[in-house]
């Protein structure tokens, strides 16, 4: 099997990134999967990328805390017929069995299974998928700081080093083979066995042996902090006017931070207008979205609502001023759930021009339930609706301008041969 491209790698990681809520808001949203069968089984082998790190749990995601099971109310009553059907197969199945059970694992297939007669978005995450979940959404996380994965022969071969990370700073670099962990021969080891291996390593001191161009070297990591750059910004200079640029890829736990960041430092340069980059953002916190819109938008502006059991409720911004700069929005098919939310919330509120294709179309909102043995559960409980009241799920949000990315640009991925952004570029200097 062939090396997966950047964007293959990204689609496979953002299957359980498309996340939008915290304890405190509408929860999160889950962009659907078209597949029928909704459990992913992310084990990292072969190509697929696995970020290293040490997982912390993302205790702000949680609503309710643990997930316990009760068979009985607090006043003594009898549970309803079908769950009390269930205790009693399961127990029958656990005294009967011809073979080992793992408990745990008997419970979750069957969580996993109710979810299944649900809808496409309540989904079941094993604990081995909740790695790159925890790690997309923090947004930082305590690793080596690089991404690696399994070739067509089993090596370990470096896919990405983040800037400033531990294995930035010991030169590490792509195409890299690591054959090597301390004192032990770890070549053709599946990356899912070694992301493991550096999360249980207690020491945090690390010496990698790995190959470059056939030689053998050595590096000494020290387990650190590694943060995801989710923003990134830059100037166009056409026609004596200068044009901001933000792209923002996922909507995570600092994004705003970063945001704002580079927000200001464009300010400071005397942007005229402002391109916000959505294209392939697949979602996130919606508390992230929500900070983000309100550099734009005072508090007399709705953003988006919730609906709910026949109850809607209308969500304002927390801005103390909205923006008077003119701004365009770059969305396509992969732009989902949280980029939804802020392209509909400036297009409405702001008149902002979008530009590029339609979105995906996620108008229904998932909350995330932690389970006691590290696996997590995803179960839509509501409905969220544009700061006008129009529901886009599976409809998606139109652009105002509608052009298709040209052949020129997938062969020479520059910002010249982008025509979605020179689009952009264009209406703003007119």
Known sequence: MARKTEKETREKLQKLSKVIGDKNEPKSQEKPTKQKKRKYKLH?????????????????????????????????????????????????????????IDKEELLDAALDGMLEQLDPNSIF??????????IQLEGSYQG??????????????????????????????????????????????KTDKFVKKVANDKSKNIEITYLRDGKKYKAKLTLDKVTLQSVQSKIYNKENKKIGYIRISIFANNTHKQFQKELKELKSNKINSLIIDLRDNSGGYLYSAEKILSEFLDSSHPIFQIQKQGKTTKYYSKGEKTETMNITVLINNNSASASEVVASALKEQ???????????????????????????????????????????DKKGIEPDIKVSLSKEYYNNMIDENDNQLQTAIKELIK
Not at 150 to 166: A, L, Q, T
């Open 350 to 392: 702001l008149d902002a021009l979008l530009i590029g294709e339609k979105t995906y179309g996620k108008g229904t909102v998932q909350e995330l339930q932690n389970l006691t043995d590290g696996n997590k559960y995803k179960l839509t409980t509501k409905n969220w609706l544009t700061s006008k009241g129009t529901w886009i």
């Open 144 to 189: 080596l700081g690089i991404e690696v994965y399994n070739d067509k022969d089993n090596n370990i071969i470096i896919n990405r080093v983040f800037k400033n990370s531990p294995a930035d700073k010991q030169n590490l670099k792509p195409g890299d083979i690591i054959i090597g962990y301390n004192k032990e021969n770890i070549a053709k080891m």
């Open 125 to 134: 995450i094993d604990s081995t998928e909740n790695q790159n979940f925890n």
């Open 44 to 100: 990292f082998s072969i190509t697929e990328v696995v970020i290293l790190m040490i997982i912390t749990m993302i205790t702000t995601l949680i609503l309710g805390g643990t997930f316990t099971s009760k068979f009985s109310s607090s006043n003594g009553e009898k549970v309803e017929k079908e769950l009390q059907d269930f205790i009693n197969n399961y127990q029958y199945i656990i005294d009967n069995y011809n073979g080992d």
